[in-house]
């Protein structure tokens, strides 16, 4: 029996890899949809390695991207991302990509979705279909075509490229693009104090900003927040640990009935981060980040395991959590404001800024910004065996 083809792109956005595909070339039913979109990432692998499809065999490069035309008449597009879990028949559509955002925009305009100019810059606007939200995209052209090659250098990727700037608008809304109880604060405090049976008592920033994240001081963690990928992941102990914060703050966000729930059914969402003050390191790439080149360290985990570089989001409610006196990020500050706040991470070092105002007693984020790229890495079609589309 012949495969089912499937037009889709292969693209890189941010430190982040996926595949893409038109709405319209998908099935419109979500578990018809998932059982391919599974299929074509090569999951659930009990190897863990993707190796009968399209996913990378990380929480980086196991995503998936949906782009159609918007639904909304302030938009040119709705996007809707795919988290897969590599193990698991569970794709997790409760969040964003930040990063791949990056590369919604271009896909866009070569699908045909965007009307865009001829050289100079195309104004992307982009309806974030999981977190109802919207996001500008900058996308450079150059003689009809999205620029890709370009000098713009971003730690976590190898090669230069070209700059693709990204305003997230109203960033602290939640989910349903209203602003949650207590403001952007779920509890509608800056910390809290969580208590995770089995760990005792940490102190805690839960917050919705691009995506619900989670932020705990290193020290917390018995963790200097210098550390890379291998010290982390190679450490189940601790792992086992940042999951269970992560599992009932997000109980405590509203996002899950039982911490149990969360760990099967959410493993995206929200993610957990730790910071501490600057500690010079060797990032990944051999590079030397000096203390005094940073605001502060952070590090956050990704569908259970460490990031290689960070997550988009996760820089988004950095910069948030950073402008926003009180928090576990912005106490690392000495109550300034870093606008725009500069941080190291396993990779090396990253820029990200936040537009904050207080509004009757109440703390509004109106934009974040960021700069990423993104490249086609290949255009054509992804085969599916014909079990898996029925």
Same mark, same amino acid.
């Not at 569970?90 to 955002?101: A, E, K, M, P, Y």
């Not at 995770?196 to 290193?218: E, K, L, R, S």
């Not at 996002?255 to 600057?278: D, I, M, N, Q, W």
């Given at each position: ?11 890189? @956005?941010?430190?982040?890899?996926? +595949? ?21 990432? @090569? ?23 949906? =782009? ?25 559509? &409760? ?6 955002? &990056? ?14 100019? /001829? ?28 620029? /890709?090659?370009?000098?713009? /250098? ?31 604060? %779920?509890? @509608? ?89 600057? /500690? ?13 080149? +940073? ?29 926003? %006196?009180?928090?576990? +990020? ?9 606008? %725009? ?10 820029? #990200?800024?936040?537009?904050? #105002? ?23 079609? =992804? ?8």
């Amino acid at each position: 029996m012949a495969q089912h083809r499937i037009n889709a792109t292969y693209m890189r @956005g941010g430190t982040s890899k996926g +595949v893409f595909f038109r709405s319209d070339e998908l099935p419109a039913d979500p578990r018809q949809r998932d059982a391919i979109l599974l299929r074509v990432a @090569g999951s659930p692998d009990p190897y863990e390695k993707q190796i009968d499809g399209m996913g990378g065999a990380t929480s980086s490069t196991s995503k998936v991207v949906i =782009v159609g035309p918007s639904s909304r008449p302030d938009c040119d597009v709705d996007y809707l991302f795919g988290a897969v879990s590599i193990s698991e028949p569970v794709i997790d559509w &409760s969040g964003n990509c930040g990063n791949l955002t &990056s590369a919604v925009g271009p896909f866009a305009i070569a699908q045909g979705f965007v009307s865009a100019p /001829e050289n100079g810059m195309a104004i992307v606007r982009i309806w974030q279909a999981n977190i109802n939200a919207t996001i500008i995209a900058h996308v450079p052209m150059q003689d009809g075509q999205v620029q /890709e090659e370009g000098d713009f /250098e971003l730690d976590g990727v190898t090669f230069p490229a070209a700059e693709i700037r990204l305003e997230f608008l109203d960033p602290g809304s939640s989910e349903d693009g209203e602003q949650a109880s207590g403001g952007m604060f %779920p509890t @509608g405090r800056a910390i809290d104090q969580l208590d995770v049976p089995g760990y005792g008592t940490c102190q805690v920033t839960m917050i919705n900003a691009g995506n619900p994240a989670i932020f705990v001081d290193a020290g917390a963690l018995g963790l200097k927040g210098n550390e890379l990928q291998g010290e982390v992941n190679s450490d189940a102990g601790l792992l086992a640990k940042c999951e269970a914060i992560r599992a009932h703050a997000a109980v405590r966000m509203g996002l899950g009935a039982t911490p149990e729930e969360v760990t099967s059914r959410r493993p995206h969402t929200p993610k957990l981060a730790f910071v501490s003050l600057p /500690e010079a390191y060797i990032a990944s790439s051999g590079k030397r980040v000096d203390p005094r080149s +940073v605001d502060i360290n952070a590090r956050i985990l990704s569908m259970g395991k460490l990031h290689h570089a960070m997550t988009g989001t996760g820089a988004v409610a950095l910069a948030v959590a950073g402008a926003i %006196p009180g928090t576990v +990020v912005s106490r690392l500050l000495n109550g300034s404001v870093a606008d %725009p706040l500069r941080f190291g991470h396993p990779s090396g070092t990253m820029t #990200v800024g936040a537009e904050a #105002v207080l509004r009757e007693g109440s703390w509004t984020v109106t934009k974040a910004i960021m700069s990423r790229s993104a490249r086609r890495l290949m255009e054509g079609v =992804v085969f599916v065996p014909s079990a898996s589309v029925r």
